[in-house]
């Protein structure tokens, strides 16, 4: 069985609706490429034929990949989440040791990242050196190229 990932309520709303619109208009869409391209001769040396089925291949693991993403998924009961220390949803404040600039993360699933809003997955070494801890904590965290970045914990709010 495939690992449980935690979502949001929103984040599995946007998945069930990404996969809608993959099964039920770009599905059709690309079947009708498919036909256009068959009816028009020869497969073996057909470009538009051998795209669209690229083009098909490609989609369907797409929606393999929601539909398992989907049934191992498990909606965070926000109301259970912990404000006191860091944790996924939380929106951390933190100042950067070395240089003292701030700057303000979201954690989230790794499926509702997205660097540019500050939202960085849970499983970013930057977000493991934050869970458990507290306002004044400094967090020290080893990032993949060996450097080690020391963080100050100013403010956690679950919003």
């Known amino acids: 069985m495939a690992n449980i990932q935690y979502v949001t309520k929103d ?5 069930r609706e990404e996969l809608h619109l993959l099964e039920t208009i770009e599905r059709p869409k690309i079947s009708q490429q498919i036909a256009e391209a068959r ?4 497969l073996s040396e057909n470009a538009e034929y051998d795209a669209a089925k690229e083009a098909q291949g ?4 797409r929606i ?8 191992t998924s498990r909606v965070i009961n926000e109301s259970q989440l912990d404000s006191s220390k860091v944790s996924i949803l939380s929106t951390v404040k933190l100042k950067n040791m ?4 701030e700057i303000t993360y979201t954690l989230v699933p790794e499926t ?12 970013t070494p930057i977000s493991k050196g934050l869970l458990g801890k507290v306002i004044g904590d400094i967090a020290e965290i080893e990032l993949p190229n060996g450097m080690t970045l020391k963080f100050e914990i100013l403010e956690i709010s679950l919003d």
Not at 58 to 61: C, F, G, H, K, R
Not at 64 to 71: E, F, G, R, V, Y
Not at 98 to 101: D, F, L, S, Y
């Open 58 to 61: 490609l989609m369907e693991m």
């Open 39 to 42: 009816d028009k001769g020869d």
């Open 112 to 123: 509702e990242a997205d660097l540019a809003k500050f939202r960085i997955s849970v499983n």
């Open 98 to 101: 070395a240089n003292n600039q």
């Open 11 to 15: 984040g599995l709303q946007k998945l």
């Open 64 to 71: 393999a990949k929601l539909q398992d993403n989907i049934a």
